[in-house]
């Protein structure tokens, strides 16, 4: 069955560093991958999507990977603040417009 | 960006009561909304596919008698939980696709007591 594993539960880090949290797939060829945020209490938000035929994406102090052979996605956030501590998912899809699978998400904190 | 509300943000009911939840696409419009459904410290799972014009579809293990969807407009899907009971409760997140990606409610946290 498909199967998304976000392998960190859970991620501490200091502010100013660089935060790394991972996504791996199994029996699923997605077209797209996706990052959200979600607070507590609310609904996720989303932050960057990658495509299959996409290594690499960024946005501000945001980047991801993609890497179809190893079934593996890679979410950075660099120079971290407490502001971005949250919890991150990462979700699947393989056609735009189709509901997603999500990972269990990991949960990052980040301290001054 | 595409925004997605929910209403109501908070519900508590009694046992063996129906509970509606709206969730509406604010500035775009959307054929297909999805719902969810997430308990603490889990993921996200999928419920139903909300169709507008058509029946819902729902995902295996989901009752469509007990959660009753109507996809009343491009803007406009419902879901309704009917007489719930205490392991309804839990936090129900719609969402709607817009261009390539998704854009989800703020979410309703349900309490059936």
């Known amino acids: 069955s498909q199967k998304i594993e976000q392998n960190s539960e859970a991620l501490n880090i200091q502010e100013g560093k660089t935060a790394t949290l991972t996504c791996n797939y199994t029996?699923?060829?997605?077209?797209?991958l996706q990052w959200y945020r979600q607070d507590p209490g609310r609904g996720p938000v989303f932050l960057l999507l990658?495509?299959?035929?996409?290594k690499e994406k960024r946005k501000e102090r945001l980047k991801v990977t993609f890497d179809t052979t190893l079934k593996q996605s890679l979410f950075h956030i660099t120079a971290s603040q407490p502001a971005d501590s949250a919890t991150y998912l990462c979700?699947?899809?393989?056609?735009?417009?189709?509901?997603?699978?999500f990972g269990k998400g990991t949960t990052l904190s980040v301290s001054s | 960006g595409a925004v997605v509300s929910q209403h109501p943000s908070r519900v508590i009911c009694k046992s063996g009561t129906s509970v509606k939840i709206e969730c509406r696409s604010l500035?775009?419009?959307?054929?297909?909304m999805f719902w969810y459904r997430q308990f603490p410290k889990q993921s996200l799972m999928l419920m139903a596919t909300?169709?507008?014009?058509?029946?819902?579809?729902?995902e295996q293990g989901v009752e469509k008698d007990k959660f009753l969807i109507n996809h009343a407009s491009l803007t406009l899907s419902t879901l309704t939980v009917t007489s719930a009971h205490p392991e309804d409760s839990s936090f129900y997140i719609c969402?709607?696709?817009?261009?390539?990606?998704?854009?989800f409610g703020p979410g309703t946290r349900l309490l059936v007591l």
């Open positions: 969402s709607a696709p817009f261009l390539e990606t998704q854009y």
């Open positions: 029996n699923y060829s997605p077209a797209y």
């Open positions: 990658i495509r299959e035929n996409e």
């Open positions: 979700a699947l899809d393989n056609q735009a417009g189709t509901a997603l699978i």
């Open positions: 500035d775009f419009q959307a054929t297909t």
């Open positions: 909300s169709n507008e014009g058509s029946k819902a579809t729902y």
